[in-house]
T-cell receptor, first 113, second 119 residues
Framework: QKEVEQDPGPLSVPEGAIVSLNCTYSNSAFQYFMWYRQYSRKGPELLMYTYSSGNKEDGRFTAQVDKSSKYISLFIRDSQPSDSATYLCAMSFNSGGYQKVTFGTGTKLQVIP | EPEVTQTPSHQVTQMGQEVILRCVPISNHLYFYWYRQILGQKVEFLVSFYNNEISEKSEIFDDQFSVERPDGSNFTLKIRSTKLEDSAMYFC?????????????????FGEGSWLTVV
């Protein structure tokens, strides 16, 4: 079983739709959960960061973590064409001060005007 | 807002040549990383670096790779003798402690990447 599993998509939605992106993980040591957005041939851009079970909201984005089920989600409300990108889930734990991060494969999202 | 900056953005090199990729991490960050992403594949960890030493390296980071912090601001990745399979985007990242704009020390921030093409 992979440490982090993420559906690669692609996921195609109409503008204004609610998007749900998901990842599962197997390593109970993960403490921190992130979502990055990556445009083509660009670096990952941190969108959301959380460390506890529950929901965290930032504008149109909501990150959800369920540690008991080892499942995290990112919801995008009122999706826009500019949201078209690859979304990477990432999980980490603190290893002697530095962060040991494992990424999912990324889900490619296309929002159609 | 301070960012991780990388140079060059794109480099084409011949197989067997040495390549140095450069990074300026976020000021006040103490931990530095290199990641790699082969086109269409996931982001993979290469190496972490703290206090002028490698903290951890992956199996990808073999003897052909080395990292260095030659001064107080730059962090470099050297590939001694490039192979075709080294063609990828290389991302530098940095983390912790909580920096001057209040960003968490528990996550890492990436540069825009250096696209390496080995021919």
């Amino acid at each position: 079983q992979k440490e982090v599993e993420q559906d690669p998509g692609p996921l195609s939605v109409p503008e204004g739709a609610i998007v749900s992106l998901n990842c599962t993980y197997s390593n109970s040591a993960f403490q921190y959960f992130m979502w990055y957005r990556q445009y083509s041939r660009k670096g990952p851009e941190l969108l959301m960061y959380t460390y506890s079970s529950g929901n965290k909201e930032d504008g149109r984005f909501t990150a959800q973590v369920d540690k008991s089920s080892k499942y995290i989600s990112l919801f995008i409300r009122d999706s826009q064409p500019s949201d078209s990108a690859t979304y990477l889930c990432a999980m980490s734990f603190n290893s002697g001060g530095y962060q040991k991060v494992t990424f999912g494969t990324g889900t490619k999202l296309q929002v159609i005007p | 807002e301070p960012e991780v900056t990388q140079t060059p953005s794109h480099q084409v090199t011949q197989m067997g040549q040495e390549v140095i990729l450069r990074c300026v991490p976020i000021s006040n960050h103490l931990y530095f990383y290199w990641y790699r992403q082969i086109l269409g594949q996931k982001v993979e960890f290469l190496v972490s670096f703290y206090n002028n030493e490698i903290s951890e390296k992956s199996e990808i980071f073999d003897d052909q790779f080395s990292v260095e912090r030659p001064d107080g601001s730059n962090f470099t990745l050297k590939i001694r003798s490039t192979k075709l399979e080294d063609s990828a985007m290389y991302f530098c990242a940095s983390s912790g402690p909580r920096d001057m704009v209040g960003r968490s020390g528990n996550t890492i921030y990436f540069g825009e990447g250096s696209w390496l093409t080995v021919v």
